[in-house]
């Protein structure tokens, strides 16, 4: 049974900085692409950014690009999302998802002005 379950949501003041975790269980994520989610409240699920299984091709959308860095330890078999210069608008439940199938149950960040 596959698992995906993130931590590391808090509420924070704009400005600063926040690292997600997504341990997996029941696969090994080295063979996966693997990829960050969030919805905000009233909003559609958005893609933040994505790593492919090779650990190296990074994807962002152009939201976050220069402030969140998405990385993998496979030894781990966790993925994070560092997301530094935090603002309001990037409040909402942040999603982990493994190869477009598998889902987390979310975590929460919320950013204050």
């Known amino acids: 049974q596959v698992q995906l379950v993130e931590s590391g949501g808090e509420l924070v003041q704009a400005g600063a900085s926040l690292r997600l975790s997504c341990v997996a269980s029941g696969i090994k994520i080295s063979w996966y692409d693997m990829a960050w989610f969030r919805q905000a409240p009233g909003k559609e699920r958005e893609f933040v950014a994505a790593?492919?299984?090779?650990?190296?091709?990074?994807f962002y959308d152009d939201s976050v690009k220069g402030r969140f860095t998405i990385s993998r330890d496979n030894t781990k078999n966790t993925v994070y999302l560092q997301m530094n210069s935090l603002r309001p608008e990037d409040t909402a439940v942040y999603y982990c998802?493994?190869?477009?199938?598998?889902w987390g149950q979310g975590t929460q960040v919320t950013v204050s002005a």
């Open positions: 998802n493994c190869d477009g199938t598998f």
């Open positions: 790593n492919r299984r090779t650990g190296t091709d990074t």
